[in-house]
């Protein structure tokens, strides 16, 4: 199929648009509701930190998303959208290889949002199982139309790069399946402008809380954030839940599900010391504390360079901001482009040359 933007690449014929065309892009994003933790590195960043080097990547702080169940507080954003600029830094994601974008700062996220909404039956939302799950829990009062239509929003997130691939959490993957069929309908009714992305999971899809909860959240205080320091990493593995019917080191022990073997797997590159951990665990032949010991250290020194980078971002923000800017303009440039592909096709943008 040829798209409508690989025909105004070459008409264009710019040497760095066609050195461009040929590389795929990723958009993917985060919500700034608070700090990031070992969860989203592993089910997320640590695939767009692989991916950064060959895709053109557009890496998202959805602030208007985030303003779902956080109207109330804005300068919870506020802060988180430097937050989490700085653990993106941190962990290695690069400005000069990818592009960090804010949401609201490229206005034609909404204008997207609103005009694929008209061709989006209702069903789409209403059978999305992850915003029905959030729905479920969320207070009446935040119950609202923007956030009911929050996966619209981020169909349009990833249409409006016109992106190829969509690196995310196990949990998002819903949201990915509607934004390829909005998508399809959309290039069946007007023209093809839109290409139907592809969902990438992260090697650990779900990520235990450290309470032994599928569901890591800030709020109940069950997640290691990357910014913790060495003896709040320690607090929180020594406290982490484990198998709950273990009452001595000598009783027999239940690795799988058990979020500090689940940690281990994850985080620890010793595969060998696991391995015997397990065995031992399950033979009732070691405590939880020398487990848990092990798991501390083995955190710490995944989490030390990280730390390092960020005490370097922490002291010079104007290179936090830079990084935004320069992606900002970039995802502009683009925006621009698809939005005057988006309204030639649905022959909304001339109406009076009709008349
Ligand atoms: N929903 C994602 C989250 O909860 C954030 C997000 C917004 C996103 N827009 C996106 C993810 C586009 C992938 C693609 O963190």
């Known amino acids: 199929m040829i798209y409508a933007h690989d025909l105004i690449v070459l008409a264009m014929n710019g040497t760095k648009e066609l050195d461009m065309a040929g590389t795929k892009r990723i958009l993917t994003g985060i919500r700034p509701t608070g700090a990031l933790h070992l969860g989203h590195y592993v089910g997320a960043l640590e695939t767009w930190l692989e991916y950064q080097d060959s895709y053109e990547s557009f890496f998202l702080i959805a602030d208007y998303q985030a303003l779902g169940d956080n109207f109330d507080d ?41 005009l694929l909404s008209f061709i989006t039956p209702l069903g789409m939302l209403e059978r999305n199982p992850t915003l029905k799950g959030e729905l479920d829990q969320l207070a009446v009062e935040k119950r609202t139309v923007g956030f009911f239509n929050y996966p ?19 949990d998002q993957a819903p949201h ?41 959240s ?34 027999p022990g239940t ?14 590159p010793d595969k060998e010391k696991v391995n015997d951990f397990k065995h031992r665990y399950r033979e009732g032949k070691v405590g939880d504390v020398e487990v848990k010991k092990d798991l501390v250290v083995a955190i710490n020194q995944f989490l030390d360079p990280i730390r390092e980078k ?43 040359s009709k008349w």
């Open 74 to 114: 804005i300068d919870k954003i506020t802060d988180s959208v430097r937050q989490v600029t700085i653990d993106w830094l941190s962990v290695g994601l690069d400005p000069e290889k990818s592009n960090f974008v804010i949401q609201s700062y490229v206005p034609e996220h909404a204008e997207l949002t609103t």
């Open 152 to 170: 619209m929003s981020q169909v349009a997130d990833i249409l409006l790069p016109r992106a190829d691939l969509v690196p995310v959490g196990e």
């Open 176 to 216: 990915i399946e509607m934004t390829r069929e909005v998508a399809r309908k959309f290039n069946r009714i007007f023209e093809p402008v839109f290409k139907e992305p592809e969902t990438k999971i992260g090697r650990v899809p779900r990520l235990k809380g450290i309470d032994g909860s599928n569901k890591m």
């Open 218 to 251: 800030k709020s109940k205080g069950n997640v290691i954030e990357l910014r913790f320091t060495e003896d709040q990493v320690s607090k929180a593995v020594m406290s982490m839940y484990t198998d709950p019917n273990r009452l001595k080191a000598t009783d």
């Open 255 to 268: 690795v799988e599900g058990n979020p500090v073997f689940q940690y281990h797997d994850a985080f620890n």
């Open 310 to 352: 960020r005490s370097h971002y922490e002291n010079n923000p104007n290179e936090v901001e830079a990084a935004l800017m320069k992606g900002i303009s970039k995802a502009r440039e683009i925006a621009k482009e698809t939005m005057e592909m988006v309204r030639s096709a649905m022959k909304i943008n001339s109406y009076t």
